[in-house]
DNA sequence: TTGTACGCGTTATCAC
DNA sequence: GTGATAACGCGTACAA
């Protein structure tokens, strides 16, 4: 027992393992990190055995020092606890791990001077790329952000949003204002006649999106649109409004069309909770197809987007070297009518 | 314009922003990063000013790899897309932004060998700290696992396990033998007398923690466990969990308790799927209390669980020096009786 | 108080 | 193929 390695404090370096396995640093650096492999076998073999023995670990952030760059993607949303957060972070997770990234988490609490804040935070970590979930792309903020935005990307950063974007820069979503329209069109196919729709505040896009979609399906197929409330796009945001709502007279036959379906179903309890029925008395739907909108009883009609996918192309748009845009194919919408909106002939 | 400034690809780096300030990188180092000021104030603003013109901002990976440790804790969970999940790491990444701390997330999908393979990986990253959600303590991986946790901690990093763990480590959580206990006792007391509970394979601590209490508040108060049930701990689990039951002959009367809210909203898709009326006819209760417990109408009974809470005081038990097990007061647990379990007198 | 110089663990560019 | 050695960007004794 030559006893030179182990160091009695910290972890195993490169340097143990080389001197373990008698040969150099940059050979032992070859074999367990390098790309190109070009090591005789014998040597490749002791110094894989020296690492198994000391339990070494390459240290990240000195290979990113020396890089320049990290193995790291940070992903940006504005609600962790947003179920739909959950399903595009599993999407975003998946793929990270095939390509062997680690994923950050931040939040802005769709606060635009924290997102600003939180992006210069994050050019520090020089990670590989950002994901920028549902960010406003109006207001006095907007510019800051995109100047953050900027330095990132002249440091190498892939930026990729979400949810549609400017074409400039890669960004992968899906058509909100085509699923909306599509909604519209087929509740009022459905017999509806009479809807009001509730939404964030003007300036989110995927909000607008979905509300000018709806609105031109919905009056195409011969329904109207009495009403647009805006505000957040909680649960609870939807709660309220609806209490709202109800206190100004909510007409039976009524539709309500949430841009979420986490709104949405805080409007359905709302109305539950009023002692109205969901599904006889009020229609309601949403947008997304989170998983509990099956479990409202009756289930939310609702327009089906594939969140977890969405997550994983993002996260192969920032990857991949070459992207094209036109080359992916458009992530598919679906329109699912359930017991929230029984026909009404 | 000296144009000394500004290189042309990359960031700016504290030698930069000393240059631009004519300063040496020791004062730069020491008024953007350094903890104990000592610096005169027009050196100290000469270098701001520059940091602010360059746009600096530090490499944190440079930072860690001098430092030997770096500003980010790790996360590992089951299931990201898991609701119960959101509320616990919306508490962590609360905490962590307190402490200027980035979280890293990844998901072990209940895998054992995946999650030593994680932690492994992690190691690599240096980060300061780990919290461990929900996993396994038996089997044969566990070994290996500790093993890597060792080794973790060996390298001066902090282990946070969540939902009770062993005294010698830090661990922060609740009693969930007596949250469940106390939602038995209740249930009896409201005049059930006879239920099956759904829960995860055995060895999954949590689970069996809440079998065990509830079966003990519940035969405590007169009533009796016909079945217990075990598999997956999911929405679908608990959904196919129940479609069996189903087809088995379930009683009317009978009451099903989930051992968390997710599982538990599967049963009464499940149940309301299959013509039965849960609160009527069949009662159905969690724990848990995540946010559409209280959306799926009737409302679910269930044990409300302080999961942002939990993991914020994770985090803290990650960050701070000294750190008291006893000291915390513990958290509180509730009972929360919805529509799922109405009185039955 | 300020600056010099060395170390952190890796990668990458050279010669050999 | 393999091995010195110079970066990488920053923290921090140590000296001034």
């Known amino acids: 027992m030559s006893e030179t390695h182990a160091p009695a404090r910290g972890a195993a370096t490169l340097h143990d393992v080389a001197r373990e396995a008698g040969v150099s640093l940059a050979t032992a650096s070859r074999v367990l990190n390098g790309s190109t492999r070009k090591v005789a076998e014998s040597y490749r073999e002791r110094v894989e055995a020296a690492a198994e023995t000391l339990g070494y670990t390459a240290n990240l952030s000195a290979q990113a020092t020396a890089r320049g760059s990290s193995a790291v993607i940070a992903l940006l949303v504005a609600d962790i606890a947003d179920p739909s957060f959950g399903q595009l972070a599993a999407g975003v997770v998946r793929g990270a791990d095939e390509a062997g990234l680690t994923v950050t988490v931040a939040v802005t609490a769709r606060d635009p001077q924290r997102e600003v804040r939180i992006v210069r935070a994050l050019r520090g970590q020089r990670p590989r790329g950002l994901i920028l979930a549902a960010s406003r792309t109006d207001g006095p903020e907007a510019a800051r952000l995109e100047a953050e935005l900027e330095a990132f990307a002249g440091m190498g950063g892939q930026v990729v949003l979400l949810d549609r974007g400017d074409p400039a820069r890669r960004s992968v979503g899906f058509d909100n204002t085509v699923g909306a329209e599509a909604l519209g069109a087929e509740l009022a196919g459905i017999g509806y006649r009479d809807a009001v729709i509730v939404g964030a505040a003007e300036g989110v896009r995927t909000s607008d999106d979905r509300i000018d979609g709806f609105t031109e399906g919905f009056t195409r197929g011969g329904g109207s649109i009495r009403e647009v409330r805006r505000g957040g796009v909680s649960r609870d945001s939807g709660y309220e409004a609806t209490r709202?709502?109800?206190?100004?007279?909510?007409?039976?036959?009524?539709?309500?069309?949430?841009?979420?379906?986490l709104l949405a179903i805080g409007v359905a309890s709302a109305l539950r909770d009023a002692g109205r029925t969901v599904g006889a008395?009020?229609?309601?739907?949403?947008?997304?197809?989170?998983?509990n909108g099956r479990d409202i009883g009756p289930g939310l009609t609702t327009v089906r987007a594939p969140l977890d996918e969405l997550g994983y192309r993002a996260l192969r748009a920032v990857v991949e070297k070459e992207w094209d845009a036109a080359a992916e194919t458009p992530l598919p919408l679906e329109v699912i009518v359930r017991g929230s909106t029984p026909p009404r002939t």
């Open 281 to 291: 008395d009020i229609a309601v739907a949403g947008f997304d197809d989170i998983p």
């Open 244 to 261: 709202q709502l109800l206190s100004e007279g909510l007409p039976s036959g009524t539709l309500v069309f949430g841009v979420n379906d």
